[in-house]
């Protein structure tokens, strides 16, 4: 089974950055196409980012365009998010998962998340 262990969230103030990684294992990333979730607090868990195989190709929420930024290093099996510009509505916590394009989820086993706090 895969395993997925998300790290690099924290407490910011509103315009800051945070960069979150994702390592997994136990699968060969590269097979799959890759995405961040995150889960704010009485809502449910949605797709905000996501990322080909190859990299090729990207696609973000409407939210979070122009601010956030996924990659991925398929030598490392590891997804990263660059977040700028962070603001109060991006608190929650962050997951990743691998996908069916655009963004149905695959692994069962979710990570622990990371938690994203942005205070304005």
């Known amino acids: 089974q895969a395993q997925v262990v998300e790290s690099g969230g924290g407490l910011v103030q509103a315009g800051e950055s945070l960069r979150l990684s994702c390592v997994v294992s136990?699968?060969?990333?590269?097979?799959?196409?890759m995405g961040w979730f995150r889960q704010a607090p009485g809502k449910e868990r949605a797709i905000v980012a996501a990322i080909t195989g190859s990299g090729d190709r990207t696609d973000y929420a409407d939210s979070v365009k122009g601010r956030f930024t996924i990659s991925r290093d398929n030598a490392k099996n590891a997804v990263y998010l660059q977040m700028n510009n962070l603001k109060p509505e991006d608190t929650a916590v962050y997951y990743c998962n691998a996908i069916l394009w655009p963004d149905t989820p695959i692994f069962n086993n979710w990570g622990q998340g990371t938690q994203v706090t942005v205070s304005s």
């Open positions: 136990g699968r060969t990333v590269s097979r799959y196409n």
